[in-house]
């Protein structure tokens, strides 16, 4: 007689332990601390954050320390840990015209106020695999040179100023937190940017390189891309008083895209928008050409019926925690479903062969 | 409140994690607004009604939604039983079971008879519920017409209009197209005779079970932050046709443990050869009989 195998706890212990001396590695090197992670893998630690939805370098270092590495689990650790956490308040709204910017670009005009500014980029090294990295310590140190703390204008507010461009009128209502509140379809503009901000990078990137090779196609311009730190204002009711709370890192993209103009509205250039946590370009270029092409209906184009268009379908699936969770739980036992359909077919299969006989 | 702040100033204090979350890790108000959407989904049976779903510490798809739904009923009273294809030691019933051990210090159960509360997936006890029991069921896919219409603002006209035709079509297709209705899990019902309801993806044999149930069966979807219910001696019919009744059949097999030709079996491979033998899916109700005889 068959007795079914138990010992499904036992197992998971065992899987845990194993999992623990994995993630450490070969003991005679030494160990990852949180603060080596947090300073030199930045990017990573800046995309868990961004993911993640929860700004603190430590805890996202900590994250990929105990994720092995994995960044969609590391997220994953950081969105079950934010959610615990109380609400306070919400801050005031941050001013990226205030910006301390690291980096400043834009690919529509070459002169600007404010000045173009490469910053810390990837953009024009060639792509060589540098062998010096392998021993230790070998650094270049970067010229200082003195910021100038003017505020740095947005350059689409110089096209704002003659009306070339679609202007953007503020709703005038507080956002809702989607992590507070149930999505319902269709969602609005501060929902839709929420939402594609904790977005998954690849996806977001897959989509929006999309629109660029004709599907809605919709020539986009860097209109300004900013990366640097931001004060975040907070309003204490009970002293009446705003303090700043956090000097936070944002990556900001603004995109110039064309318009033909519609019925409702005359030829012009209009926008799209991404903010993320971090410095993460690709990310912030991303989140805006989408954002831009969800915006079809606002500026009367026409639907044509691609993905990048179609709001549901890009923010149903654009959160890599949901995503990861749900395609990787058919790991999970599904003896019995399984068995339900074995049943049915077999049953199928069965009268299929008697009508076959008969004829 | 004060316990997370102990965390985040403790962040290497290692043995404090455990104790920093509150009973059933969900926060109170977080528990209030779920409740709520019970109350709402039980005072309109097999209508899905939106909450916002927290991120739990475990993966979406793992029964975040069951989870959810059970930490906001439970008390220091109950008594919990945790099921996956009817078994309480398949590793994710053993993970969730682990985790209310963990975070509500409750006394948990293998014996159905003996559950205040029992979350399953794809499974309801061969063992009639009674009265005052809940039964919490995990649900991927909350909308019975997600496979025939996906988007949400479709389907939400749909079930206020009661507007189901494409199920009936589809229904209809099957059984020109095979003489059955290809549908062996997660077999669309009508609630209350008003919401065509996904039941989860328990296998069709068990849908009659949930018709005229003395317990409160409640659904928890949390990736797709929906929950429903059905409260207790509620109708509920499986989708058929006159002339092509429901049919909740099953292996036509006893199981090899306890000889009942009443349960739901899981068919065994027993051998290289490709020998099959089958047992019951509730380990708990063949352990029962076992003992009984």
């Keep these: 007689m068959y007795v079914s195998v138990k ?19 070969d003991v005679n090197i030494a160990e990852l601390n949180i603060k080596q992670i947090s300073e030199q893998l930045t990017l990573s630690v800046d995309r868990v954050m961004s993911e993640g939805s929860l700004y603190d370098k430590d805890l996202s270092a900590l994250a990929i320390k105990q994720s092995r590495g994995d960044l969609i689990e590391a997220i994953f650790l950081m969105r079950a840990y934010r959610t615990t956490l109380p609400r306070i308040g919400s801050s005031k709204p941050i001013e990226t015209s205030k910006m301390l910017c690291l980096r400043r670009i834009s690919a529509t005009f070459k002169d600007i106020p404010g000045k173009q500014k490469l910053g810390p980029t990837f953009d024009y090294t060639h792509r060589l695999l540098d062998f010096k990295l392998l021993a230790d310590g070998e650094y270049e140190k970067a010229k200082i040179e003195k910021y100038d703390d003017k505020e740095i204008p947005h350059v689409l507010s110089f096209l704002n100023k003659e009306g070339l461009i679609q202007k953007e009128i ?52 860097v209109g300004e891309l900013r990366t640097g730190y931001v004060e975040v204002q907070f309003e ?44 993460l370009e690709r990310k912030a270029i991303s989140m805006a050409l989408v954002d831009r092409s969800m915006r079809w209906k606002e500026f009367g184009e026409e639907y044509l019926g691609v993905a990048a ?51 | 409140m004060n316990n997370v702040l102990k965390f985040k100033n403790n962040k290497t ?40 779903s927290r991120e739990m510490p ?33 590793t994710n019933a053993v993970s969730i079971r682990n985790f209310f051990k963990k975070t509500a210090n409750i006394e948990t159960t293998e014996k159905t008879s003996q559950a205040s509360i029992i979350q399953t997936r794809h499974r309801i006890p061969e063992e009639k519920l009674k009265e005052k029991q809940i039964l919490v069921y995990q649900v991927p896919i909350p909308e019975p017409l997600a496979f025939l219409e996906p988007r949400y603002q479709e389907t939400k006209k749909m079930h206020a ?32 005779d008003r919401y065509i309801m996904d039941p989860s993806p328990i296998p069709k044999f068990d849908n009659p079970k949930m018709n005229n149930n003395p317990a409160i069966q409640l659904f928890g979807a949390g990736r797709e932050q929906r929950i429903y219910a059905i409260p207790p001696y509620t109708e509920v019919t499986s989708l058929d046709f006159e002339d092509y009744p429901f049919d909740p059949s099953k292996a036509p097999h006893k199981c090899s443990i306890c000889g009942s030709n009443e349960s739901f079996l899981d068919e065994i491979i027993t051998d290289d050869d490709g020998n099959r033998s089958f047992i019951c899916s509730d380990t708990n109700y063949c352990n029962q009989r076992m003992e009984n005889n």
């Design chain 1, 309 to 359: 268009q179609d709001e549901e379908f890009v923010i149903s699936h654009c959160d890599n925690i949901q995503a990861t969770g749900f395609l990787e739980h058919i790991k999970l036992p599904h003896y019995v479903d399984f068995q339900a359909e074995l049943d049915l077919v077999r049953k199928i299969r069965e009268e299929y062969k008697k009508n076959e006989q008969r004829t």
């Design chain 2, 13 to 52: 204090d290692v043995a404090a994690q455990d104790e920093i979350y509150n009973f059933a890790y969900l926060d109170e108000n977080t528990k209030r607004m779920i409740r709520r959407a019970l109350i709402k989904a039980l005072c309109i049976p097999g209508y899905q009604v939106p909450f916002s």
């Design chain 2, 161 to 192: 209009l009661s507007e189901y035709g494409i199920m009936h079509v589809k229904l209809y297709e099957d059984i020109t197209k095979n003489g059955h209705i290809e549908t062996a899990y997660a077999y669309p019902v009508k609630t209350n």
């Design chain 2, 58 to 90: 475990m993966p979406y798809g793992w029964g975040t939604g069951g989870v959810q739904v059970t930490s906001s009923c439970l008390t220091t009273d109950d008594v919990i039983k945790v099921i996956d294809q009817g078994a309480d030691d398949t």
């Design chain 1, 170 to 221: 503020p709703s005038g209502k507080t956002s809702k937190d989607i992590t507070r509140n149930p999505i319902n379809f269709p969602l609005t503009r501060s929902e839709r940017l929420q939402s594609l901000s904790r977005g998954d990078e690849g996806f977001l990137l897959g989509l929006a390189y999309s629109t660029q090779r004709g599907y809605a196609r919709n020539h986009a311009f």
């Design chain 1, 236 to 279: 204490i009711p009970e002293l009446g008083i705003e303090i700043n709370i956090a000097d936070v890192m944002f990556t900001e993209c603004e995109s110039v895209n064309q318009f033909k103009g519609s019925k409702k509205i005359p030829a012009q250039f209009t926008r799209g928008y991404g903010l993320v946590f971090g410095q």
């Design chain 1, 7 to 25: 010992g499904g706890e036992k197992a998971i212990n065992n899987a845990h332990s194993w999992l623990s001396e994995i993630r450490r590695g």
